[in-house]
């Protein structure tokens, strides 16, 4: 499924992927208030070539990529995936 967010990020992702226990854990953790488990998360949804895409979209001119950036971008590709958003 191509998927393009608010801010232009595009990526083709299996609509399966949400079908995984792992992702499941680790969207728990996520919302137990373990932010450390949204690379995890995203490693699962996205893929590492995928996600390092991601993390270039968001990096910032320092060089530093937000995690509020992430999640903004997470949340918009599980919303098209037909999955409630961690929020």
Request: with cysteine; hydrophobic share 35%; glycine share 8%.
């Amino acid at each position: 499924m191509q998927i393009t967010t608010k801010s232009g990020f595009a990526c083709d992702i299996d609509p399966k992927v949400t079908e995984n226990m792992e992702l499941v854990d680790a969207m728990a953790e996520l919302q137990g208030g373990d932010k450390l488990a949204y690379s995890r998360v995203c490693l699962l949804m996205l893929g590492k070539e995928t996600r390092a895409k991601l993390y270039d979209h968001v990096r910032t001119k320092d060089g530093r990529v937000p995690p509020q950036d992430v999640d903004r971008e997470l949340g918009e590709i599980m919303t098209a995936l037909g999955q409630p958003a961690k929020n």
